[in-house]
């Protein structure tokens, strides 16, 4: 928490968060005479128990209170004009998904969601300003609720647009976005291709986004967007090999799927190993569908005692050398852990990482996890469910010469099993069918990977590197100043030529009058 406050302590961050929450509520909440106020209660509830949220808004605004509560007043005030918390796909015009001009998709370098606006798709048009206000912020809201905490890339694709595609109370609205009701949403803003005929409209947004925001900007092209985005990212058109065709519905996602044999690649293991995982496998699903435990006394068998021990000392070694959570995310049917990230080195030590689901509910939960990459990961068990009160340890490790990628995400997925006492749970095929998606949970876990001692052998040269990129972006800045400048000077000169023609047309005029009112006069 130290690190957002640049120069703040702990101590002092966690008072002014405090401090800010007991002063909106006395300042903004109460003296509106309404509870809570012109707010949606859950926001409130949520600026009051969330406090990553609050160090948020006080970051964005320098840890400085009275500026902090004003934009939590404005940020709150929209979420209820807006709906924001009963926003779903269903309030928007369907015609406007089918557009493909705002959606979000890949990864930049930095493992950030990129968030896509396809300028040239846009057209201004005054009757359906809100409904495009509403559309964005249901993409926000839909990845805040998805990825907590973690910030997005936006990238204004400007290919074959004009001027006539920029809307700029639209550009307004979405940088007031980042601004006042995402704050630290923004990693940066990558304008690509954008024409010289906008230079103009741009120097008046650059006016709204405030120095910090400045500081994220990014003019590129074809042949450098790649400095921030791989290829595997980026469309074809841009240098890219993503074949990505945007189409509606269903929504783009992050494409998890189930890893490859339900329980994680198997191709180099041997037949031994094989065996293990489907047997381990069968023993999971047996264990996790019988049915609720019996009351009735029961005798001692010393053989199934044995086969109990034999079974923890298998599991001690199947979690042998795994790195363990330590920290947990509490969602309604499960805890979690970890709550955010997986990490993933090098080393084989720092190949196997753990997931641990512990059932709060009084019913069986089922739970299944998938990724953005199943090429990559071994999952064990990826698909079973969880008895009342147990938890389940999860596996999951590298495959081969696979590394972890910050890009890489996992999907835990989970719902509860309601049974009637006595009567056996339904089959997990058949109950994921069945299942309404509303009763689905899902956390989002991403993947970290370690700093190994060969990269910090090189930090030398990759700060070299970093130094570079910067002076490069500091040079292109220069001359996209430098241009406007030109640009500002070509059309003052051509300015004054004009007025000079223009002079020396009435000059010639007067001229040519007072030589006839000359010749006039001498004639009479």
């Not at 647009?161 to 609205?173: A, L, Q």
């Not at 042998?320 to 979690?336: D, E, N, Q, S, Y």
């Not at 997931?355 to 990826?382: C, D, G, M, Q, W």
């Amino acid at each position: 928490m130290a690190e957002a406050g640049q120069g703040e302590s702990e101590q002092d961050i966690e008072s002014k968060i405090e401090d800010t929450r007991q002063r909106f509520k006395s300042e903004y909440v109460e003296v509106s005479g309404e509870s809570p106020g012109p707010y949606d209660p859950r926001d409130v509830e949520k600026l009051f128990r969330d406090d990553s949220l609050v160090e948020s808004y006080l970051t964005w605004r320098h840890f400085v209170v009275e500026d902090t509560l004003k934009m939590i007043d404005e940020s709150l005030q929209w979420r209820k004009e807006y709906n924001l918390n009963d926003l779903t796909e269903n309030s928007i015009p369907r015609w406007m998904f089918e557009t493909g001009a705002v959606y979000l998709h890949g990864y930049d370098k930095e493992g950030n969601k990129l968030f896509w606006f396809r300028v040239k798709l846009h057209v201004k048009d005054a009757k359906t300003v809100v409904d495009k206000k509403k559309y964005v912020a249901f993409w926000l809201e839909r990845y805040a609720k998805r990825e907590p905490g973690m910030p997005l890339t936006v990238v204004f694709d400007m290919t074959e647009s004009s001027i006539g595609n920029i809307d700029m109370d639209f550009v307004k609205y979405i940088i007031s976005c980042f601004k006042v009701y995402y704050p630290k949403f923004l990693s940066k803003m990558i304008m690509y291709e954008m024409p010289w005929i906008m230079n103009a409209a741009w120097k008046i947004v650059k006016t709204w986004l405030g120095p910090e925001a400045i500081s994220k900007l990014r003019f590129v092209s074809k042949s450098d967007i790649q400095t921030f985005i791989d290829p595997e990212h980026l469309p074809p058109y841009m240098g890219g090999t993503d074949q990505f065709k945007y189409s509606y519905p269903p929504l783009p996602d992050d494409d998890f799927q189930s890893p490859i044999c339900e329980n994680g690649p198997v191709i180099s293991e041997d037949e031994s190993d094989i065996k293990d995982l489907e047997s381990e496998s069968k023993e999971t699903l047996e264990s996790s569908f019988s049915s609720e435990q019996n009351i009735k006394p029961k005798k001692v068998n010393f053989q199934e005692e044995g086969q109990r021990s034999d079974d923890l000392e298998r599991s001690d070694s199947r979690l042998r050398g795994v790195r363990k959570p330590t920290t947990t995310f509490k969602a309604p049917l499960l805890h979690i852990s970890p709550a955010e990230e997986l990490s993933f080195g090098a080393k084989e030590t720092e190949k196997k990482c753990l997931i641990i689901l512990n059932n709060i509910t009084k019913n069986h939960v089922a739970f299944k996890v998938r990724t953005t990459a199943p090429e990559k990961y071994r999952v064990k068990p990826s698909n079973s469910s969880c008895e009342p009160g147990a938890s389940v340890d999860i596996v999951v490790s590298l495959h081969g010469g696979f590394q972890a990628s910050p890009q890489d995400r996992f999907l835990v997925m989970a719902a509860e099993m309601d049974s009637n006492t006595g009567a056996a749970l339904p089959d997990l095929a058949q109950f994921w069918k069945e299942v309404p998606k509303t009763k689905v949970m899902e956390h989002r876990i991403r993947c970290h990977v370690l700093e190994t001692p060969q990269f910090v052998h090189s930090n030398s040269l990759e700060s070299l590197s970093v130094t570079s990129t910067n002076e490069n972006q500091d040079l292109q800045t220069t001359l996209q100043r430098l241009m406007i400048t030109n640009s500002r000077l070509e059309q003052k000169l051509e300015m004054c030529l004009w007025v000079q023609k223009v002079l020396l047309v009435l000059v010639s005029f007067l001229l040519a009058l007072s030589f006839m009112t000359s010749y006039s006069l001498w004639q009479s």
